[in-house]
């Protein structure tokens, strides 16, 4: 199939919320040395309030289920994953429109307007040790492979860019969130929002 709806899109959301709540603590074991221990308590709360939401009230478009999942996000994680993440649906929706299913090149230019607003909100470029080092790389190694593939090769050439993004954190100086206090002490340790972001790309080619 070369569409992704609004089924596939909830498909996505609650397999991303399973990976979360299964990789907790390895996210929190990420977060415990460069940070304050809560990434994952942060997301797999943030995800399971989102589960519940839409599951009280399915949307029948992909804009209103991103808005949702943006606004619980926001309004449920405390920390700076909450607004960023949140951020990134919210824009992924107003992009995408009251539609119910997206074709390749309008969940390419979803996605990336979910991402161009999370560099607008956290002023992080690449290379700072944030979550955006894995969601570029997924981003384009998505585009580079829907130009001559199917969905699906695109969403596994994004989610294996995903992961070797997060890899190549770990040598990385943070200079963005909390990590950043910690200067070169930072270097040698996967960002944990690297890691939430490959389980994130990971989902969404399991859904589709
Ligand atoms: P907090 O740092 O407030 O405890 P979390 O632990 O849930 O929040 O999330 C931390 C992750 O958020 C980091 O690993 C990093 O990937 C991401 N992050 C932090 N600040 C920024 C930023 N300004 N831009 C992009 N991502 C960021
Ligand atoms: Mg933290
Ligand atoms: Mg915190």
Redesign the pocket.
């Known amino acids: 199939t070369n569409t992704i709806t609004v089924d596939t899109l909830t498909r996505w959301l609650t397999g991303f919320a399973d990976r979360v709540t299964e990789q907790r603590e390895y996210l929190t074991e990420l977060?415990s040395a460069i940070?304050?221990a809560?990434?994952g308590a942060?997301m797999a709360r943030g995800m399971a309030a989102v589960v519940d939401k839409i599951g009280q009230d399915p949307a029948a478009t992909a804009d209103a289920l991103l808005k949702t999942t943006g606004m619980t996000l926001v309004s449920s994680v405390g920390?700076?994953?909450g607004p960023?993440y949140g951020t990134f649906f919210l824009r992924m929706g107003a992009s995408a429109g009251a539609v119910p299913e997206l074709d390749a090149a309008a969940l390419g230019a979803a996605l990336r307007a979910g991402y161009e607003g999370?560099l607008q909100r956290?002023?992080?470029e690449p290379g700072d040790k944030?979550?955006?080092d894995a969601m570029l790389p997924a981003l384009d190694a998505y585009d580079a492979a829907a130009a001559s593939g199917s969905l699906a090769d695109a969403l596994a050439a994004a989610s294996a860019a995903a992961a070797e993004g997060r890899d190549a954190t770990e040598p990385l100086v943070a200079r963005?969130?909390?990590?950043s206090y910690l200067g070169e002490r930072s270097a040698g340790h996967i960002?944990?929002?690297?890691a939430s972001t490959a389980l994130l790309f990971d989902a969404l080619a399991a859904a589709a």
């Not at 960002?191 to 690297?194: A, L, T």
């Open positions: 977060d940070g304050d809560d990434h942060n920390g700076a994953s960023l999370i956290g002023k992080a944030t979550m955006i963005k969130g909390r990590a960002d944990p929002g690297s």
